[in-house]
């Protein structure tokens, strides 16, 4: 199986920056895109940012010149680091990869960091 536990979630002030952390283990041939998503209270799950496991990035307008994506792909780990942070991002943030392993290909997520930003 496999398992992607996600860090770095917390309160912060606005203007104030946060680094997200999610590692994939467990029986893993390959992790192809990697990404993060968020979802505000009464909203639905939205795209924040992905990345390709060969660099390519690709964000959400909302967030574009704030927040900057990342992986290792030694340590199966993807990064979001949010800076300039606002109120409206407020959200839980899940960590979402597709992976294969000896006997399925599929997207596995992550349980969920909560992200407050207070105003």
């Known amino acids: 199986q496999v398992q992607l536990v996600e860090s770095g979630g917390g309160l912060v002030q606005a203007g104030g920056s946060l680094r997200l952390s999610c590692a994939a283990s467990?029986?893993?041939?390959?992790?192809?895109?990697m990404g993060w998503y968020r979802q505000a209270a009464g909203k639905q799950r939205e795209l924040v940012a992905d990345i390709s496991s060969g660099g390519r990035t690709n964000y959400a307008d909302s967030v574009k010149g704030r927040f900057t994506i990342s992986r290792d792909n030694a340590k199966n780990t993807v990064y979001l680091q949010m800076n300039s942070l606002k109120p409206e991002d407020t959200a839980v943030y899940y960590c979402?990869?597709?992976?294969?392993?000896?006997?399925?290909?599929?997207?596995?997520w992550g349980q969920g960091t909560q992200v407050t930003v207070s105003s």
């Open positions: 979402n990869a597709r992976v294969s392993t000896t006997s399925s290909r599929r997207t596995y």
């Open positions: 467990g029986s893993i041939s390959s992790v192809y895109t």
